[in-house]
């Protein structure tokens, strides 16, 4: 288990006592927010709140070359002009990277991880890694780092999404935590910090759901608690391609915070809120937030254009 000095406080709620539910939003500043962003952020706020639980907001900028200039700054921007109150410190992976160079090394002690000098060009097509390198014992240094996985099946129902299984083996192969040019990955970032913060569900887009197995697997291996994961459908333009920002989707308009949020929660098939202040229209919304009511399927078609 990780040093408990690299751990944060856990949340309470909004009554300041302790929570069986901590949810968070955890966006990725490789980009402004657009609507798909915001439909995220609204669900994970509300299915907290609705369960008297604690709700944080994690910027994901590990992948430093990627950050787009000024995306964090309209994150933070955002979330006041919607009016979301997380319970604790916004936290920045960036600021981070030595918790999650001292994990790779517990597993390096392990014997979880190794090193592992094959290019994209080397592998070519295929998507599963054969394991060329376990045995090599290379030196860490300036290689991609590698999580061994095992012939195991992982499963976890999804209150949404339905039943999900993978053999991480056979279907994927061991998996890269740190890239050969230093990056920290997504994948072990995301698990370090789930963990640290209490998180105990997550929600999220259905985009991130194949990174599910993934992600399980490690906190198995680190010995962190299970967490429970809702992946919402995807908002989609008119061309039929999902929001986000390698598509190019429109930024959020923060001038327009009230009317954005009837359009999210109206997205999440939630019942209407009167329009008002954003605090108010999403303590209407909480007050009569189902989870239930959201469609179980991978996309929205047509929601925002």
Same mark, same amino acid.
């Given at each position: 288990?990780?040093?408990?000095?690299?751990?944060? #406080?856990?949340?309470?709620?909004?009554? $300041?006592?302790?929570?069986?539910?901590?949810?968070?939003?955890?966006?990725?500043?490789?980009? #402004?927010?657009?609507?798909?962003?915001?439909?995220?952020?609204?669900?994970?706020?509300?299915?907290?709140?609705?369960? %008297? $639980?604690? *709700?944080?907001?994690?910027?994901?900028?590990?992948?430093?070359?990627?950050?787009?200039?000024?995306?964090?700054?309209?994150?933070?921007?955002? /979330?006041?002009?919607?009016?979301?109150?997380?319970?604790?410190?916004?936290?920045?992976?960036?600021?981070?990277?030595?918790?999650?160079?001292?994990?790779?090394?517990?597993?390096?002690?392990? $014997?979880?991880?190794?090193?592992?000098?094959?290019?994209?060009?080397?592998?070519?097509?295929?998507?599963?890694?054969?394991?060329?390198?376990?045995?090599?014992?290379?030196?860490?240094?300036?290689?991609?780092?590698?999580?061994?996985?095992?012939?195991?099946?992982?499963?976890?129902?999804?209150?949404?999404?339905?039943?999900?299984?993978?053999?991480?083996?056979?279907?994927?192969?061991?998996?890269?935590?740190?890239?050969?040019?230093?990056? /920290?990955?997504?994948?072990?970032?995301?698990?370090?910090?789930?963990?640290? =913060?209490?998180?105990?569900?997550?929600?999220?887009?259905?985009?991130?759901?194949?990174?599910?197995?993934? %992600?399980? *697997?490690?906190? %198995?291996?680190?010995?962190?608690?299970?967490?429970?994961?809702?992946?919402?459908?995807?908002?989609?333009?008119? !061309?039929?391609?999902?929001?986000?920002? !390698?598509?190019?989707?429109?930024?959020?308009?923060?001038?327009?915070?009230?009317?954005?949020?009837?359009?999210?929660?109206?997205?999440?098939? =939630?019942?209407?809120?009167?329009?008002?202040?954003?605090?108010?229209?999403?303590?209407?919304?909480?007050?009569? *937030?189902?989870?239930?009511?959201?469609?179980?399927?991978?996309?929205?078609?047509? /929601?925002?254009?």
């Amino acid at each position: 288990m990780l040093l408990s000095n690299a751990s944060l #406080p856990l949340p309470l709620n909004q009554e $300041g006592k302790e929570v069986n539910y901590v949810g968070r939003f955890a966006p990725s500043p490789t980009g #402004p927010l657009h609507f798909g962003s915001l439909i995220t952020a609204v669900a994970s706020y509300c299915e907290a709140h609705a369960h %008297q $639980g604690s *709700w944080l907001v994690r910027i994901e900028d590990t992948d430093i070359p990627r950050i787009y200039p000024g995306s964090e700054a309209h994150i933070l921007r955002a /979330i006041d002009a919607f009016e979301f109150d997380p319970d604790t410190d916004i936290i920045f992976q960036k600021d981070r990277l030595d918790i999650y160079e001292d994990v790779i090394q517990q597993l390096h002690a392990q $014997g979880l991880v190794y090193a592992c000098q094959c290019t994209r060009k080397m592998l070519g097509s295929n998507h599963i890694y054969q394991g060329t390198c376990r045995d090599l014992q290379l030196d860490l240094a300036h290689q991609a780092i590698r999580v061994k996985v095992s012939d195991q099946v992982i499963q976890f129902t999804d209150p949404i999404q339905g039943t999900h299984q993978s053999n991480l083996k056979f279907d994927l192969g061991d998996f890269v935590l740190k890239r050969r040019d230093g990056i /920290i990955n997504y994948q072990l970032a995301v698990v370090v910090d789930d963990h640290l =913060q209490g998180i105990t569900h997550v929600v999220r887009g259905a985009d991130l759901l194949d990174n599910t197995e993934r %992600q399980i *697997w490690l906190g %198995q291996l680190l010995g962190y608690a299970p967490l429970q994961y809702m992946h919402l459908p995807l908002a989609m333009n008119d !061309q039929g391609q999902k929001l986000s920002k !390698q598509n190019m989707a429109e930024a959020l308009d923060l001038s327009q915070p009230s009317q954005l949020l009837q359009r999210a929660l109206k997205a999440l098939h =939630q019942p209407e809120v009167e329009l008002d202040r954003p605090a108010r229209m999403l303590q209407q919304a909480v007050a009569q *937030w189902s989870s239930t009511y959201i469609p179980h399927q991978t996309m929205l078609e047509g /929601i925002y254009t």
